[in-house]
């Protein structure tokens, strides 16, 4: 089964931006859809972005919309997750994973999950 780490991470004001990546182990990275999620302090994990397996199709939730870009390289079995524009409420433990499914919105459906990344923006 397919092993995720993420990375990028870190502190930024806001109006800045990140990448955040996550790498994959194992040979079938291809036929996992891929999700970017998040979880702030006492709140539940919430989604933000997923991609699916060719990469052909994404999608954003509403608050992310137009800041957040999602891709991913098979040939490197990679995800990144591009932030853009960002803000304190962006302020949240990022976790990338991976669904059977072509693509998910809901945590529900994935199967692996990193073990997050710290993202922190400053006002």
């Known amino acids: 089964q397919v092993q995720l780490v993420e990375s990028g991470g870190g502190l930024v004001q806001a109006g800045g931006s990140l990448r955040l990546s996550c790498a994959a182990s194992?040979?079938?990275?291809?036929?996992?859809?891929m999700g970017w999620f998040r979880q702030a302090p006492g709140k539940e994990r919430e989604f933000v972005a997923a991609?699916?397996?060719?990469?052909?199709?994404?999608y954003y939730s509403d608050s992310v919309k137009g800041r957040f870009t999602i891709s991913r390289d098979n040939a490197k079995n990679t995800i990144q997750l591009q932030m853009n524009s960002l803000n304190p409420e962006d302020t949240a433990v990022y976790y990338c994973?991976?669904?059977?499914?072509?693509?998910?919105?809901?945590?529900?459906?994935?199967?692996?999950w990193g073990q997050g990344t710290q993202v922190t923006v400053s006002s």
């Open positions: 991609i699916s397996r060719s990469g052909d199709n994404t």
């Open positions: 994973a991976a669904t059977t499914l072509n693509s998910a919105v809901n945590t529900r459906f994935y199967v692996r």
């Open positions: 194992g040979r079938t990275f291809s036929s996992y859809g």
